[in-house]
């Protein structure tokens, strides 16, 4: 494969170029910050990038998102130190086609560059199961509009279990009203019933309960 590699610590770039060019692969470049990274993509279209994450003048991050942007078709792997879940999945959504840890052994890169040419995301298992968990990681509900005072007063009645003519009665004012302050209180804290609505608001400590 005719390979790019991007990462500002020399010793580590040309020794990984020495790996690359024994295992068959040809490195047409090499570049020390983001910017220089997407000169050289764009200049020798490369088959493969190994792009470091934390870098001078232009991140991995933000030179994969312009490499990605002017819809390069080389793929784009990060290598790197960094664990940092919030540098993974932001590689992910810049368009990388994998993120490997500088840690591997050299039969684990070589495998996983072998893969990238069969079209394969080169991501080991452990980084595959950490991406597999906040996948499965149950959506946050959405923060809740702010309440009125009076739309407080109904919502913490309906905890309590009031009905809407108890509410009333309790509140003075009309059921037509309390429907309408019921509505409100629905729509802002994003629920379908007053059980659920009850349910959330005990939940997130919007009014105590009882």
């Not at 790996?19 to 490195?27: D, K, P, S």
């Not at 991995?60 to 290598?79: D, F, H, K």
């Not at 590689?91 to 560059?113: C, F, S, W």
Request: aromatic share 2%; proline share 4%; hydrophobic share 50%.
């Amino acid at each position: 494969m005719r390979i790019v590699l991007a990462d500002d610590h020399p010793l580590f770039r040309d020794g990984l170029a020495s790996l690359l060019a024994a295992w068959g692969h040809e490195v047409v470049g090499m570049a020390g910050d983001g910017d220089e990274a997407v000169r050289l993509v764009e200049r020798l279209a490369p088959e493969l990038v190994l792009m470091d994450v934390g870098m001078p003048r232009a991140s991995g991050l933000e030179a994969t998102r312009r490499l990605a942007a002017c819809g390069t078709r080389a793929a784009i792997v990060m290598l790197t130190v960094s664990e940092d879940e919030d540098d993974l999945f932001a590689a992910m959504k810049a368009g990388a086609r994998g993120y490997l840890l500088k840690n591997l052994e050299a039969a684990q890169l070589r495998a996983m560059i072998e893969g990238v040419a069969r079209g394969e995301a080169a991501i080991s298992p452990a980084t595959a199961a950490r991406i597999i968990a906040e996948l499965a990681r149950p959506a946050a509900s959405p923060a809740p509009d702010r309440l009125t005072e009076r739309e407080t007063a109904v919502l913490r009645l309906v905890v309590g279990g009031l009905r809407n003519k108890e509410i009333a009665a309790r509140l003075e004012i009309s059921e037509n009203t309390v429907k309408f302050h019921l509505r409100n209180i629905l729509e802002k804290l994003h629920a379908e019933s007053r059980t659920e609505v009850a349910t959330r608001a005990v939940r997130e400590g919007l009014v105590p309960p009882g």
